[in-house]
């Protein structure tokens, strides 16, 4: 794919698309940008169809705040853009000039609407950027980038949202970093942003995702930024004032850059790579050697009729894995993912030996 930025010039290395979760009147989006000052965004967000899990939210204000952004744009001459999930959306953003569109997490998971939208898209030149699906498929997301180009759309970006996941979590979306980079890397002129908002779900985490999205060469970010977010119609939790972002993210937020070999003390990086390179090389062989004993237990539980899964022993390693973990600073969170990823494939070691037939 022949890919341009959607975002293409600015004076800050960082892009920044800054804005409400939804546009709820003239007034709040207009104090929204007259608040961001100098940060200057190079993209206002504000959503104007929501998206809601369940009914009974504030579906957002449609098509009327479309103008209100047209009459916003004359006046501070800046550039917006929003959520776009069907075709008729698509029309009304084309026909109000609004500048770019993004598809949400609950449309890239959809074929059909993505295509819809594709279509309604042809023969345009809107840049348009697609938020990673809900559920951790890779496919999916560089699928809807594939629609859009096969009808013209270069101008494209990803925008890495988070996962929905079951279970607990620190973040309203967990981040699983590796899916992002792997798009990267498979599209490699890809400008990748990061939503921080609706990863962190707060504004407690805000910083720490945007440091790691700078740190692995994101372009930008794009954050939920509110007048009075406790007030607000939609995302209250993970909306923040402008001085809030500029105080606690922007202005603490370091840039390193990409090159490498330019800067900091390479013979260091390499020599301590290689130690990292040795150890993972170690813990793919331990993971094999529990493997191999979860194997000689499922044989003797073959032979004694007893089922794979016994629910005190997992309690009992679990508890004991979070206590080491937390004694050496691991959170709650890695320690149960790996190890519910060690127990699995461990299950399915002794799953394969007891079904094995003996001829
Ligand atoms: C949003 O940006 O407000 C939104 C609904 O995002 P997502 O599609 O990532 O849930
Ligand atoms: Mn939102």
């Known amino acids: 794919?022949?890919?341009?930025?959607?975002?293409?010039?600015?004076?800050?290395?960082?892009?920044?698309?800054?804005?409400?979760?939804?546009?709820?009147?003239?007034?709040?989006?207009?104090?929204?940008?007259?608040?961001?000052?100098?940060?200057?965004?190079?993209?206002?967000?504000?959503?104007?169809?929501?998206?809601?899990?369940?009914?009974?939210?504030?579906?957002?204000?449609?098509?009327?705040?479309?103008?209100?952004?047209?009459?916003?744009?004359?006046?501070?001459?800046?550039?917006?853009?929003?959520?776009?999930?069907?075709?008729?959306?698509?029309?009304?953003?084309?026909?109000?000039?609004?500048?770019?569109l993004w598809i949400g997490a609950r449309t890239t998971v959809n074929p059909f609407y993505v295509q819809e939208i594709a279509d309604a898209l042809k023969g345009t030149k809107i840049p348009v950027m697609v938020k990673n699906p809900i559920n951790p498929d890779i496919f999916l997301w560089m699928g809807a980038l594939e629609r859009l180009e096969k009808v013209g759309i270069k101008r494209l970006a990803a925008i890495h949202r988070g996962f929905s996941f079951y279970g607990n979590s620190i973040f309203r979306n967990v981040p699983r970093w590796q899916i992002a980079l792997e798009l990267k890397r498979q599209l490699p002129e890809l400008q990748m942003l990061v939503d921080v908002s609706h990863i962190s779900g707060s504004s407690r985490h805000l910083l720490e995702i945007a440091q790691i999205a700078l740190d692995l060469n994101y372009s930008g970010i794009m954050a939920e930024i509110h007048p009075h977010p406790s007030e607000a119609l939609s995302d209250a939790d993970q909306q923040v004032t402008a001085d809030f972002f500029k105080q606690n993210v922007w202005d603490r937020l370091i840039q390193r850059g990409p090159d490498i070999t330019a800067r900091g003390d390479l013979d260091a990086i390499i020599s301590l790579r290689a130690k990292i390179d040795n150890i993972d090389q170690s813990l793919m062989k331990l993971v094999a050697e529990?493997?191999?004993?979860?194997?000689?237990?499922?044989?003797?539980?073959?032979?004694?009729?007893?089922?794979?899964?016994?629910?005190?022993?997992?309690?009992?390693?679990?508890?004991?894995?979070?206590?080491?973990?937390?004694?050496?600073?691991?959170?709650?969170?890695?320690?149960?993912?790996?190890?519910?990823?060690?127990?699995?494939?461990?299950?399915?070691?002794?799953?394969k030996k007891m079904n094995q037939s003996e001829d």
């Not at 047209?70 to 917006?80: A, E, P, W």
């Not at 022993?313 to 004694?327: D, M, N, P, V």
């Not at 691991?330 to 519910?340: A, G, P, Q, R, T």
Request: hydrophobic content about 40%; proline content about 4%.
């Open 1 to 100: 794919m022949m890919l341009a930025p959607v975002i293409e010039s600015g004076n800050k290395a960082i892009k920044l698309i800054l804005g409400p979760c939804s546009a709820e009147s003239p007034r709040q989006l207009e104090d929204t940008i007259v608040s961001l000052g100098e940060l200057q965004p190079d993209l206002i967000r504000a959503g104007v169809w929501k998206p809601r899990t369940r009914p009974g939210h504030f579906q957002g204000m449609g098509e009327p705040a479309l103008e209100w952004m047209t009459l916003l744009k004359q006046k501070y001459g800046i550039k917006f853009c929003t959520e776009v999930a069907n075709s008729a959306h698509v029309e009304a953003c084309l026909k109000h000039g609004v500048d770019v």
């Open 290 to 351: 529990r493997m191999k004993i979860a194997e000689q237990i499922g044989i003797i539980k073959k032979e004694s009729a007893i089922s794979i899964l016994q629910a005190n022993r997992w309690e009992e390693i679990l508890t004991s894995l979070l206590a080491t973990g937390k004694e050496l600073g691991l959170s709650d969170e890695f320690v149960s993912s790996l190890i519910e990823a060690i127990h699995i494939e461990s299950i399915q070691h002794q799953s």
